[in-house]
């Protein structure tokens, strides 16, 4: 009998998170765009000051896929929100349950602290991913635009 488990990660499992990303990248045609190491995941996300988690989904002890998620805040609803960066599951391993399990987990982190609202990102074009968003009751924001500030930019702006 399999057994789909979810568990916050450690800093064990960096190397792990690591290769997912990359996996992630790839997925979503950037590899290129992954700038992060294996130390950068260990001092970024287990580090002292760390605002951000993770959780791994493993089939019987075997990680297939991860989520990185923080809390942020609403100042309308005056409450935290959870927000999900990343969630990925390793294309052998779709199907059987694991982004689904993934997200519901994090939705019942979200229910537990309070959170107003559970949110994420999706890239346009990622059908398969847009529909088991809706098929778990998500609904798209089309009224808002997400907006960045990177690299040379960001540096630029920040130095006036």
């Known amino acids: 009998m399999s057994t789909l488990t979810i568990r916050p990660a450690t800093i064990a499992d960096a190397a792990t998170i690591h290769h997912f990303i990359v996996e992630l990248a790839t997925y979503e045609k950037a590899a290129h765009e992954v700038l992060a190491s294996v130390s950068d995941i260990e001092s ?43 969630l990925y599951v390793s294309p052998e391993y779709r199907g059987i349950g694991a982004g689904k399990t993934l997200i519901r987990h994090l939705a019942k982190l979200a229910v537990e602290k ?36 990177t690299g040379d930019a960001l540096k630029e702006f920040a130095m006036g």
């Open 44 to 86: 970024s996300l287990f580090g002292e000051h760390s605002s951000t988690q993770a959780v791994i989904a493993s089939l019987n002890d075997e990680p297939v896929g991860f989520a990185v998620f923080f809390y942020n805040y609403s100042t309308w609803l005056g409450k935290h929100g959870l927000y999900l960066e990343d």
């Open 114 to 149: 309070g959170c107003g609202r559970f949110e994420w990102n999706v890239l346009d074009w990622n059908e398969p991913a847009i529909k088991f968003y809706q098929s778990i009751g998500a609904k798209a924001l089309d009224e808002w635009v997400g907006y960045r500030l």
